[in-house]
């Protein structure tokens, strides 16, 4: 395997790609410090750069910068982020939701597993706008950041900046049309991005994966980085994945005491899935899809629709 200091090595041998990175913008070359830099902090710890290692290190070199000189600094919210503290106007109204699930955490950690066969029915509305609510919507707020009502989540969020978007692809929802919606969860709706049948263009994008087809709905975990960045910096990338694995398990465990079955996906191509949804700057990427219907067989004692 070619590590990342001999990558680095041909770079700067080879005449045409020193050419490239001397034309590279002022931000570019930041970035490409910053992978230097991390090589050159594993190599003066006498520990082989293997591309595993010196893709971890970045994030470790905010830290200082993270936890001590940004934390003297203004922590107002900027402005262009305060969107995601009220309701998006643009939002289809999802069914108010059950209060409570009548379904013990004990008895959803003992019997949740992931499930890939489900009926050829269609989901409900109240079933998918439960699953949603109890498991990624607003639960409350406190005031921060110089911001009154800060949404917060039944999931934990780094800085209370919450990274973790929610896309659901509609393939057979009652009273929804097929296609790609973002979730709101301060405003508890649906707001419309895609229109259409994406099944065969998800199946597409990810391996040996055909059964993902038959899902009634695919949730879209999403980490946004422009939540975080100004706060964070590149450790926020780090910390966000946390934050989206506890969502990931929310989802698990709702569905199982809805009586829905979910299975996670990572095994796509991340190029070809960020272009079909549009997250194509960078900022906002996919981090893993869910697949949710009724299962073939349903766990003893879950609910039924």
Known sequence: MTDLTTVAQIVLDDDSLEARIAGLGPRARQSLDEIVASIADLEQAGTHPLPRRGARRPFGR????????????????????VRFTVPDPAALSLPEPTPELE?????????????????NTPLPLTELGDLLHHALGRNGTEDGYGTRNMPLQPY???????????????????????????YDKVGHGL??????????????????????????????????????????????????????GAAMQNIYLVCTGLGLGCCAIAGY??????????????????????????????????RRN
């Open 62 to 81: 905010w830290v200082n910068g993270v936890f001590t000189a940004e934390t003297a600094q203004s922590t107002n919210l900027p402005p262009e982020l």
């Open 103 to 119: 379904f013990g955490l004990t008895e959803a950690l003992q019997v949740r597993r992931s499930q890939r066969n489900y009926l």
């Open 156 to 182: 934990p969020s780094i800085g209370g900046l919450d990274p973790v978007d929610i896309g659901v692809v509609v393939n057979r929802v009652e009273g929804l049309r097929p296609g790609y919606y973002h």
């Open 191 to 244: 707001v419309p991005v895609l229109r259409g049948d994406l099944r065969m263009s998800l199946v597409n994008c990810t391996f040996d994966n055909e059964w993902l087809f038959y899902a009634p709905v695919v949730l879209v975990v999403v980490s946004n980085q422009d939540k975080v960045y100004w706060k964070y910096k590149t450790r926020g990338y780090r910390l966000s994945l946390l934050d989206q």
């Open 269 to 302: 191509d991340d190029e070809k899935i960020n272009q079909l949804f549009g997250y194509t700057a960078g900022d906002r990427s996919v981090s893993v899809l869910m697949t949710v219907g009724e299962p073939a067989r349903r766990a003893a004692g879950t």
